[in-house]
Structures are given as C-alpha cells and as structure tokens.
C-alpha cells in the first residue's frame, strides 16, 4: 500500500500568539528549531525509508525541512503547492481576538478571505499534488513538510469530516502523520 507522510512546520513566535500566519513568511523561533530537530530524530528512528521532502516554501517550511535534510540526508525539493493558504484580511490577526470569526469563516468552502484564497482553490492545488503523488508509478516514500491549513486539506483527501470537524482540525508543530492511498 502506497503512503505519504506530512508534518507541519516548527514554530513560530505567531504560533505563540496566536496569530493567524497563512503567507506572511515568518520565520522559525527558538523552539520551532529544537522541534526540527526533534522531527528528524524521530524519522531517523522510525525504520521508514523517506526518498524525497516535499515542502512549502515559505521560509518557516523550508527551514523545517532543510534541517530534516540535513541530519537524515533525504533530498529535499520546493513544491509550490504546499504553500499556506492565502487567508486575505485575517492574515495577522490574534486569534483569540477574531477566533469565532475566523473559525467560521473557514467553514465556508468558496469565500476567498477577501483578497485571499478559499477552501476551494488550496483543495484542488493540494488534490491535484496528492492525485499526482498517488499516481506516480514508483516505490519512493514522501514526506511532505507544510502548513497547518494545507494539513487540514490533506486530511480530507483521505477522510470525510463535516465542516465543523474541518474548521477545528489541527496538526501540532513537527508532528509525523502517516496517509494511505
């Protein structure tokens, strides 16, 4: 059975926050690093072969998976795709103070944030990545090294969940979740 992997990125002094980070390129802190670290040990430990990281590149991503590359030598390459979704106005805000609206907002599938990028649009970005991986006609083993969003859109490629279980669903910093086609 053919699998891919994905984690989310370190973290981020947004994540602290919180703030709603979405394309603003925020670097990694202190313990998202440590947390990088800690995310490569664990695959080194873990007996999977990885062959290839795919990650986002924004800047919190691809240091994320430059420093899996570099303890683990797995070669690593940009994929455009994983980049977070555009969330328009609510980029930056502090989550506590625009939660309820913003939770809300991420269920609905086809608004665009204003001036940013629905639901809709990541899925068939993030899809057309996942139907491509699926169907590649070889034994190679990927890690794909994302966003909380794009995450969230992955998880639905392999599970129904209803809009409520979608606008809560998360994935903590560094962590290795396996999928199945």
């Known amino acids: 059975m053919k699998k891919i992997y994905i984690s989310r990125h370190g973290q981020t002094d947004w994540n602290l926050v919180p703030k709603v980070q979405g394309i603003t390129d925020i670097p990694l802190n202190e313990t998202g690093i440590q947390q990088a670290n800690s995310l490569a040990e664990t695959i080194k430990n873990s007996g999977i072969h990885f062959d290839l990281i795919l990650h986002s590149p924004l800047m919190r991503a691809a240091k994320t998976a430059q420093i899996v590359s570099d303890q683990t030598g797995i070669p690593l390459k940009i994929e455009q795709r994983l980049i977070e979704q555009n969330f328009g106005k609510y980029e930056g805000w502090v989550s506590h103070r625009g939660g309820k609206e913003f939770h809300l907002a991420k269920q609905q599938m086809a608004y665009s944030y204003e001036n940013g990028e629905s639901m809709l649009r990541i899925a068939q970005r993030v899809y057309n990545?996942?139907?491509?991986?699926?169907?590649?006609?070889?034994?190679?083993?990927?890690?794909?090294?994302?966003?909380?969003?794009?995450?969230r859109?992955?998880?639905?490629?392999?599970?129904?969940?209803?809009?409520?279980?979608?606008s809560s669903y998360s994935i903590k910093n560094c962590e290795l979740k396996e999928y199945c086609f």
Not at 142 to 150: D, E, R
Not at 153 to 166: L, Q
Request: negative net charge; glycine residues 6%.
């Open 129 to 151: 990545l996942l139907d491509e991986l699926k169907n590649i006609q070889d034994d190679k083993t990927y890690l794909l090294i994302t966003h909380g969003g794009v995450a």
């Open 153 to 166: 859109i992955i998880h639905t490629y392999f599970f129904d969940i209803d809009n409520e279980e979608f």
